[in-house]
């Protein structure tokens, strides 16, 4: 059975840093996309980042373009998320989620497949 699960949230002080990982495990299946996702208290959940399965092909939300960087270890079967230069806004529950069997990146919350249980960033003013 497939597991996604996030770990690496915490409380960060505005303009620091923090990386989050994102362990899969039973995904017997290639090529997958993972995604994180994001969700702040009384919002919608919204894309922040996808990566496809070599890891050459990444895309990002424009309000995190240049200050999020989504990456991944194959061997490890784990995605990361190093986020910078966090801003208040940044506070919410990030998931990360798998669209199966696909090459193309997706901003679409539908399109994926499995989801993990989400993880806390809270960046403080």
């Known amino acids: 059975q497939v597991q996604l699960v996030e770990s690496g949230g915490g409380l960060v002080q505005a303009g620091g840093s923090l990386r989050v990982s994102c362990a899969h495990s039973g995904l017997t299946f290639i090529p997958y996309i993972t995604g994180w996702f994001r969700q702040a208290p009384g919002k919608e959940r919204d894309f922040v980042a996808a990566i496809s399965w070599s890891g050459g092909s990444t895309d990002y939300a424009d309000s995190v373009k240049g200050r999020f960087t989504i990456s991944r270890d194959n061997a490890k079967n784990t995605v990361y998320l190093q986020i910078s230069s966090l801003k208040p806004e940044d506070t919410a529950l990030y998931y990360c989620?798998?669209?199966?069997?696909?090459?193309?990146?997706?901003?679409?919350?539908?399109?994926?497949?499995?989801w993990g249980q989400g993880i806390q960033v809270t960046v403080s003013s």
């Open positions: 989620a798998v669209d199966k069997f696909a090459v193309v990146t997706s901003r679409t919350r539908g399109d994926y497949d499995y």
